[in-house]
């Protein structure tokens, strides 16, 4: 149901993790469609990489994940936000939180600090509905040989038997095991659905995390 497009563009001047993209489609008889999506990539020059579910329901998402081929031209203006973002200056110790495709701004962030060499302390606490729906799954197990940085995952509806990760949703407990010592001194981002957000924000900031130390980026209705 996810799927990583790479999109080259000369006049791209690179972004900053956290960023995103609006990207409009045109019809034959003019009607437009047009829908925000997260950068995946690290920051780079003339190309960038965007993960799209496929939404059944969708307008854009079906066209990118279904119909899209090599060649084909698309319609992008950004990148835009500049909240929601992290560079190597801003420091740590990252404590990242992720519902579902909300992990794809944290992993332009992970990857970043991949490239760069960078030593801040990572952890990256993931919510997916069963193990199938885990996104760069291999890439955040390699990400994790790395002993500076920590992947944490959490199945919501199933998991197989072998499965020794959470199998719950993110809750206050689960957070405080996670997060450790860094509540005081942390820097939290979390993305995902909107009342995923809401409830970690609220409960990250019980647990002492300075409120303007937590960053938070929502898709979906609101509340």
Do not use: K
Not at 166 to 173: C, F, G, L, P, W
Not at 188 to 195: E, F, K, L
């Amino acid at each position: 149901r996810v799927i990583t497009l790479r999109l080259s563009s000369p006049d791209w001047p690179g972004h900053t993790p956290g960023q995103h993209v609006d990207v409009r489609l045109t019809a034959e008889d003019g009607y437009q469609a047009q829908r925000s999506y997260s950068i995946a990539s690290a920051p780079a020059a003339g190309w960038l990489e965007l993960t799209v579910e496929d939404i059944t329901e969708g307008e854009v998402s079906p066209y990118l994940a279904e119909f899209l081929q090599p060649g084909d031209m698309l319609e992008l203006r950004g990148p835009i936000g500049g909240y929601f973002t992290w560079t190597p200056d801003d420091g740590g110790p990252l404590l990242l939180i992720a519902g579902g495709s909300g992990v794809v701004p944290l992993m332009s962030m992970l990857r970043l600090r991949r490239e760069i060499g960078s030593t801040v302390p990572a952890t990256l606490l993931m919510s997916s509905r069963d193990a199938s729906d885990i996104i760069y799954h291999a890439e955040l197990e390699a990400l994790a040989a790395d002993p500076t940085v920590r992947v944490v995952h959490t199945l919501t509806r199933a998991h197989p038997p072998e499965w020794t990760g959470y199998t719950r949703r993110i809750d206050t407990s689960m957070l405080a095991e996670v997060a450790g010592s860094s509540a005081t001194s942390g820097l939290a981002y979390v993305c995902g659905p909107t009342g995923l957000v809401e409830n970690v924000a609220r409960d990250l900031v019980t647990l002492g995390f300075p409120p303007d130390r937590v960053l938070t980026e929502r898709f979906g209705p609101t509340s």
